[in-house]
C-alpha cells in the first residue's frame, strides 16, 4: 500500500486510528477541555498566519539538520511527552522512542508513560528527554531524578501547566478511568477492536508504572490512586530552584504562555522555554498558543532556546512556528494517531508527511533556509 496516497496528511491518520482503537482511548488522546473552544482557537490562528510566496528562487533543497541545546537532530521537530501512550497503541513508547533514535529526532518520555524510563532509556538512546511532574515527596522527587539521569535521559522537562486536573468532559464521556471500570460499553469496544485487544493482552494492560513503583501496596485499585497522588506536587517557584540544583542537565520548563513568566523563568537559570497551552486539554480561556509566541521571544531575547507546541497537523504548522520564534516544535497527538493507525509503521510516515511538507512549502516560498522564513511572513499576524 502507498501510504502516501492512503494517509496523506495527519487528519487521515487520525481518522484511521479513531476506527482502529477503542472509543475511551481514541477520546483520551482526542479531547481538549470544554467546549474545546481553545483547541478551536489553536487551530485558527495557525491558519491565520501567512506568507507570501516568491518566485524565481531556483532549486531550493533545504537542509532541516538543526543543532539546538548543544545537540544535533536530523529536523528542527520532535516528540512531545504523552501520558499512557500504550494505552493509544501498545508498545507505542518503544516504537516513537526507536524511531526518534533512529532518526535523530528528540523523543520525550512522560512521568505517567506505561514504559519505565530504565526500559525507554537505552532504546531512546542520546534522543531521550524526561518529562517530570514534580512529585510532593522530596525523595521520590531526587529518585525520578536520579533514575531518568541513569536511563540516559540527557533534558529534563518539568511540566508547570498541570496545576490540577482538567475537567476533560469527553474523555468522562467516554468513561476512561483509572483503574478501568468493566462496563458493558467497555467490553463491546475491547471485542470490536481485537488487534489493540490482543496486542493489550500480550504487552499488559497499560499502568502508569513510574509513579506506581513508588507504592508499596498489593492493592492494585488504592495503588493506583496513590500513585497519581504521588505526582501531584503542586510545584512553586520555589520547587523549581531546587529542581535547578538538583538537576545538573539542561532543564526545560514546559506549559509557558505568559511573557512576564519567561522572564522570570530565565532568571531562575532555566535553560530552555517550552510554549505550550497543552493543546487546550486544561484551561479553555486562555489564548491561542501561536500568538503567544513571538511575546515570549521578544521577552527572552532572540537566542534564548524556545520550543512550541499546540495544535501542529502539518508541516507548514512546523514553518509557522519556526518563522514565528521557535527554535524547536514538537508534536503530541499526530504521533499517536499515527501509531494508532499504523502501528510501527506510523512515525516513520508522518516523519515523513511532516517533511515533504515543509519542503514543498519552502519551495513556494523561496525560502532557502529556515532562517529565511521571517522574511516572507506578512505583516499583521
Ligand atoms: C493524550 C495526551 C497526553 C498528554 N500527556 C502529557 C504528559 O504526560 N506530560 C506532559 O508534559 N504533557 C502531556 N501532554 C501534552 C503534550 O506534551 C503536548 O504539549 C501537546 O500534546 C501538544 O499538542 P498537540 O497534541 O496538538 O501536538 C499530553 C497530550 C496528550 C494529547
Known amino acids: 500500500m502507498d501510504l502516501d496516497l492512503s494517509y496523506p496528511a495527519v487528519s487521515d491518520l487520525r481518522r484511521k486510528a479513531r476506527r482502529r482503537i477503542p472509543h475511551f482511548a481514541f477520546e483520551y488522546l482526542d479531547s481538549s477541555t470544554g467546549a474545546e473552544l481553545q483547541f478551536a482557537r489553536n487551530r485558527d490562528a495557525l491558519d491565520a498566519v501567512h506568507f507570501m510566496p516568491d518566485i524565481l528562487r531556483g532549486t531550493i533543497d533545504p537542509d532541516f539538520t538543526t543543532t539546538f541545546m548543544g545537540q544535533d537532530f536530523s529536523r528542527p521537530f520532535g516528540i512531545a511527552p504523552v501520558g499512557m501512550s500504550g494505552l493509544m497503541w501498545p508498545g507505542a513508547e518503544r516504537m516513537l522512542a526507536s524511531h526518534a533514535f533512529e532518526q535523530r529526532i528528540p523523543y520525550s518520555i512522560s512521568t505517567v508513560a506505561t514504559r519505565l524510563p530504565e526500559e525507554i532509556g537505552p532504546v ?6 524526561f518529562q517530570l511532574y514534580c512529585p510532593a515527596d522530596p525523595e521520590i522527587r531526587r529518585d525520578m531524578l536520579k533514575r531518568a539521569k541513569t536511563s540516559g535521559f540527557t533534558k529534563l522537562i518539568l511540566t508547570v501547566d498541570v496545576p490540577d486536573d482538567s475537567r476533560r468532559e469527553r474523555q468522562r464521556r467516554a468513561k476512561l478511568t483509572l483503574p478501568p471500570k468493566i462496563t458493558p460499553r467497555v467490553v463491546w469496544e475491547v471485542l470490536t477492536h481485537p488487534e489493540w485487544s490482543l496486542r493489550t493482552l500480550a504487552l499488559g494492560a497499560p499502568r502508569i508504572v513510574l509513579p506506581e513503583s513508588y507504592v508499596d501496596n498489593t492493592d492494585p485499585r488504592s495503588s493506583l490512586a496513590h500513585a497519581g497522588h504521588i505526582i501531584r506536587g503542586e510545584p512553586d517557584w520555589d520547587t523549581l530552584k531546587t529542581l535547578r540544583e538538583e538537576w545538573q542537565g539542561d532543564l526545560i520548563v514546559k506549559g509557558v504562555m505568559c511573557p512576564d513568566a519567561a522572564k522570570r523563568l530565565v532568571s531562575e537559570g532555566v535553560d530552555c522555554i517550552w510554549v505550550s497551552n497543552h493543546s487546550a486539554r486544561q484551561f479553555e480561556p486562555g489564548p491561542a498558543c501561536i500568538t503567544q509566541l513571538p511575546k515570549v ?6 537566542d534564548y532556546p524556545l520550543i512550541f507546541d499546540s495544535g501542529v497537523a502539518s508541516g507548514m504548522d512546523i514553518l509557522r512556528a519556526l518563522a514565528l520564534g521557535a527554535d524547536f516544535v514538537m508534536l503530541g497527538r499526530a504521533w499517536h494517531y499515527a501509531v494508532a493507525a499504523l502501528g510501527e509503521k ?6 515523513h508527511i511532516l517533511t ?8 513556494q516560498m523561496g525560502t532557502h533556509t529556515l532562517a529565511d522564513l521571517p522574511g516572507r511572513l506578512l505583516e499583521g499576524v
Not at 124 to 129: F, I, L, Q, S, V
Open 124 to 129: 531512546a538512546g542520546d534522543m531521550g528527554w
Open 297 to 302: 521571544r521578544a521577552a527572552v531575547g532572540p
Open 346 to 351: 506510523g512515525p516513520a510516515h508522518l516523519t
Open 356 to 363: 515533504d511538507d515543509m519542503r514543498l512549502n519552502m519551495a
